[in-house]
């Protein structure tokens, strides 16, 4: 079984940082992709920033330039820093992990419980 785990969220003034954290926990053969969303009330849920096994990054505009995204597969974990805040930033932000659960299986999405992130003065 698959469990992915954010934590990092919080309420923080505009301007500030948080750092987002994600864990992929289980059992499992291999993990892909990892990518942070969010969605903020009355929208859809948008993809903020993905990460490759190998380091490649992708970021919609409104956040280059303020966001990091970063991994470490020995820990099977991604960071998502957060600068700059806006309230416009403000959602509740999932974690998503392609994942192989076995040698011969299909890769599939899994998706965290998600971490409210508020900026507010």
């Given amino acids: 079984q698959v469990q992915v785990v954010e ?15 994600c864990v992929v926990r289980g059992s499992f ?22 990460i490759t096994t190998g380091g490649n990054t992708n970021y919609t505009d409104s956040v280059k330039g303020r966001f990091t995204i970063s991994r470490d597969n020995a820990e ?18 999932y974690c998503n992990a392609r994942v192989r659960v076995r040698l011969w299986g299909t ?3 899994y998706w965290g419980q998600g971490t409210q992130v508020t900026v507010s003065s």
């Fill in 29 to 50: 053969f291999s993990i892909y992709a990892m990518g942070w969303y969010r969605q903020a009330p009355g929208k859809q849920r948008e993809l903020v920033a993905g």
């Fill in 76 to 93: 099977n974990t991604t960071y998502l820093q957060m600068n700059s805040l806006t309230p416009e930033d403000t959602a509740l932000y």
């Fill in 107 to 109: 890769r599939n999405n």
């Fill in 7 to 21: 934590s990092g969220g919080g309420l923080v003034q505009p301007g500030g940082s948080l750092r987002l954290s």
